[in-house]
């Protein structure tokens, strides 16, 4: 139909092309203070991973007393989700990345993988682990540590 259509507009297509596309999702969440992270990653996001995320958050975090902050969107917020007690979340606008600490690591992560093409998904998985991997505490603290954003979460753990 598309092909009638640019033809009958005098337009012939150079060619129709299907892209297949792979993706996953990788959680975090890094203490602003320290640089102490905690990532992993998924197939697909879902209130099932998040929920996961949130429990393995709290495993390896058992005798701290932690804030973490989520994105207010559905997956997040789903009401079969529950919270570890030594783990309160705070609740972010679901498209305000800019307040999200992690997010700024992910857009650095995002500026090492622009350009870069991948065979397939997992090779795109190993090298997102092994940048993931390379940054060290003091870097991560300096890319989510901002003062600002520290008090706020402060003021959640209050």
Not at 137 to 156: C, F, H, I, K, Y
């Amino acid at each position: 139909m598309r092909r009638r259509r640019l033809a009958a507009c005098g337009v012939q297509p150079v060619g129709l092309v299907q892209h297949d596309f792979e993706w996953c999702s990788v959680d975090g969440a890094v203490a602003p203070t320290t640089g102490e992270r905690f990532c992993l990653e998924w197939p697909s996001l879902h209130a099932e991973t998040c929920q996961f995320f949130v429990e393995a958050f709290a495993q390896a975090f058992p005798h701290s007393w932690n804030s973490l902050l989520r994105e207010n969107r559905g997956a997040h917020t789903a009401q079969r989700m529950r919270g570890p007690a030594h783990v309160r979340s705070g609740w972010l606008p679901p498209y305000g990345p800019e307040l999200h600490p992690i997010e700024r690591v992910w857009r650095d992560l995002q500026d090492d993988l622009a350009w870069q093409q991948f065979p397939r998904v997992d090779t795109q998985q190993d090298h997102v682990s092994q940048l993931l991997q390379a940054y060290d505490a003091p870097t991560r603290q300096s890319l989510t540590g901002d003062a600002s954003l520290v008090e706020a979460m402060n003021a959640l753990g209050s």
